[in-house]
């Protein structure tokens, strides 16, 4: 994964719309003082500081551990971070996340087979992303109300009856696929290699096809790209598609390593889990910029701080403190650097 | 021929009655009988549960809902859907609505107990449902939680308080201000604290008891103390997450996993695929049962709602592997 090339590309495009913060960071060097370099200076610092205060942080144990630990929410990230890059936001992600894995994993006990109840399964979440991108694209409804509504439609079916209960455990059918998400290969968990080869088929998407360029361009100038003879809207459908078939696979691994699936986590705060590695790896809400570096070290930076504050013993509410103020400067740091201005004001962004 | 017939069917009639008459002189009204079915006709039971779908809620719903359609009265569930807020909003509507009972599962010490006050002056019986505000209203149902947590420390003593060095302890709690995880602290407590032989290593929140969360905790701490002892946990859906992280570790038969719960299937799975080996189970058709007395008991008080209070803690059940045999956990189906 090559940073260079894909912030050159962010730089150029945010050089047009450098914020006070911006311009005054603006000697630090040829790209600018972009949000990555903050996240990944401060990334670095916290590392090197627990390194030296936590007996035991750096082990390649813990830092495995550490990897473990956030690797489904890097996955997350990666699918929220191409709805991102288009200009809009995913919150039906959790629920992509636990109702179709669920469903397989319903399926699969009732005796219908491994492959059928994984087709079903992913037949589910592609639905889950056409409606997303349908309603967002054509019927121009904002993307923070259709995934919203969506998200707690496609969340109730549990409650229907298509469960036994709300928590489906994995059944002993599925365990010739449960190595994703359990055991390891020389050391190294399959979870993280999974959030690995995520991440690496996202960055071919995104930055080696046609349809990648067409999503930066349809998040940096929507009219623009239009106009040059680009589908925006299919691309936006595929957007959400990609979105909801990520973490359909994000839920199939987090069910084979947790031996069951919690649908409830749709209630929880997870999603904003997702959008605090998003948006802190520098990836603007308005669009156009960034790239899976980006949730890397976002990820990255989230899964330090939570397992220095785990091994420090620190209680719930004050991890929860934490995450909320990393998240609100966060987002500071990317309203001074990428401002609104009056192109995306008037593109009635999120 | 007419005429025949219509003789014929008087004859019969007149033989039923007398065989009837003959019969009645036989028995005896219950006097109590007549008076308990009316006082039922119309009434109305409403259950706010925390979350619908888990083995607990389901169990105690499918328990209520039975008596209800048994003896003619409406049951209602209306799900706060892992909403406090949404919860108080259905409470706030209830007191308007005025059912007669109100069944309600607490998502912390706190947040409904003025609207429980409220709901008791304004004339309906709040029956209380294994997670308790601290405001007492008609009745409580539920498992002793202090009590949970001495039984799973003193198994954890059992396992880890005869080495030379003291074992070390991870406790998984639920979300802060829970009743259970306030009081199962509590008991741990009571058994620990005059234990110099066990260590609490780390004390966790699982959050909204997320099996995941329960999952990396245990993880990270593992890492820190590769040696760790017993694991105290909360509940069983979560711990299932605690267990992965040790069948990862390869570390099932070293750690003691305590946990607690309905006793639902997942109760016996667990210890059959030797996911925790100490179970204490609250025992949900024996709530069920207990819970459905007081709803009678409430729908029967004609004093002033409030001035009886009554509290039931359920008789626990410990289930560990040499009685798993007996395979004594419910599913939905088997509730009767």
């Known amino acids: 994964m090559d940073d260079h090339t894909d912030n050159s590309q962010a730089g150029a495009q945010a050089t047009s719309r450098k914020g006070p913060l911006a311009a005054m960071m603006g000697v630090m060097g040829k790209g600018g003082f972009d949000q990555l370099r903050i996240v990944t200076l401060l990334f670095l610092v916290i590392f090197v500081l627990y390194a030296i205060i936590l007996p035991g942080f750096f082990s390649v144990g813990n830092l495995l551990t550490l990897m473990r630990t956030v690797a489904v929410l890097g996955i997350l990230g990666l699918g929220m971070a191409v709805v991102v890059i288009g200009r809009g936001i995913d919150l039906s992600m959790i629920a992509s996340l636990a109702v179709p894995s669920a469903l397989v994993l319903t399926l699969a006990a009732r005796g219908y087979g491994v492959v059928p109840s994984l087709g079903v399964g992913l037949m589910m979440a592609v639905a889950i992303g056409l409606l997303n991108g349908i309603l967002v694209a054509y019927a121009e409804i904002p993307s923070l109300f259709t995934t919203l509504a969506v998200g707690i439609g496609v969340a109730g079916i549990g409650q229907i009856g298509v469960f036994d209960y709300e928590i489906v455990s994995w059944p002993p059918v599925l365990d010739g696929i449960a190595w994703i998400g359990r055991g390891s290969i020389y050391g190294i968990p399959y979870s993280v290699l999974a959030f690995v080869v995520a991440a690496i088929v996202i960055d071919t998407f995104l930055r080696r096809t046609r349809l990648g360029m067409f999503c930066y361009a349809s998040g940096d100038n929507p009219g623009a790209t239009r106009l040059a003879g680009i589908p925006l809207r299919p691309v936006l459908v595929l957007q959400y598609i990609i979105s909801a078939c990520v973490a359909f696979f994000a839920g199939m691994v987090l069910a084979a390593s947790s031996a069951s699936m919690d649908t409830r986590i749709f209630n929880l705060t997870w999603i904003y889990d997702v959008i605090l590695v998003v948006v802190l790896g520098g990836i603007g809400l308005s669009g156009g910029r960034g790239g899976v570096i980006n949730v890397v070290i976002g990820t990255l930076l989230i899964g330090t701080i939570m397992n220095g504050l785990t091994i420090m013993n620190v209680s719930f509410e004050m991890q929860n403190l934490v995450r909320g103020l990393v998240l609100l400067l966060a987002v500071l740091a990317d309203s001074l650097i990428n401002p609104r201005n009056e192109e995306t004001a008037q593109q009635g962004d999120i | ?336």
């Not at chain 2, 998502?107 to 709040?126: C, F, M, N, T, W």
């Not at chain 2, 590769?226 to 105290?232: G, Q």
Request: hydrophobic share 35%; charged share 20%.
């Open chain 2, 1 to 336: 021929m007419k005429k025949l017939l219509k003789l014929g069917t008087a004859a019969a009639l007149a033989t039923l009655c007398g065989t009837a008459h003959l019969q009645a002189q036989a028995s005896m009204d219950d006097p109590l009988r007549d008076a308990y079915y009316e006082n039922l006709k119309g009434r109305k039971v409403v259950f706010v549960p925390v979350f619908m779908g888990l083995d607990l809620t389901e169990g105690w719903s499918k328990i209520m809902a039975r008596q209800a359609k048994e003896l003619g009265y409406d049951y209602e569930v209306r799900n706060s859907n892992f909403n406090t807020a949404a919860g108080a909003q259905t409470l706030t509507s209830l007191i308007s609505e005025k059912p007669d009972v109100i069944v309600v599962q607490n998502p912390d010490v706190q947040s409904y107990a003025k609207l429980l006050q409220r709901a008791e002056k304004a004339g309906i019986h709040v029956i209380q449902l294994n997670m308790k505000t601290n405001y007492q209203t008609t009745g409580f149902v539920g498992a002793d939680v202090e009590l949970i947590g001495e039984k799973q420390a003193e198994a954890a003593v059992e396992k880890c308080g005869h080495s030379e060095t003291p074992g070390k302890v991870l406790v998984l709690a639920g979300p802060p201000t829970s009743p259970f995880s306030a009081y199962m602290l509590k008991g741990y407590e009571n058994i620990l604290n005059d234990n110099p032989k066990v260590n609490i290593v780390s004390v966790q929140s699982t959050g909204d008891y997320e099996s995941s969360k329960a999952k990396s905790i245990t993880q990270v701490v593992l890492q820190q103390h590769p040696d760790l002892c017993a694991i105290l946990g909360v509940w069983d859906n979560t711990d299932v997450g605690t267990a992965a992280a040790l069948k990862e570790a390869g570390k099932t038969d070293q750690v003691l996993v305590t946990t607690s719960g309905g006793g639902g299937e997942l109760a016996c799975k667990g210890l059959r695929e030797n996911m925790w080996q100490y179970y204490v189970s609250y025992d949900v058709p024996g709530q069920g049962r207990d819970l459905n007395a007081l709803i009678m008991a409430a729908m029967q008080d004609k004093n002033p709602v409030g001035s009886t209070k009554t509290v039931l803690y359920t008789p626990l059940v410990t289930y560990t592997p040499e009685t798993l045999g007996d395979e004594r956990c419910w599913t939905l189906d088997t509730l009767r």
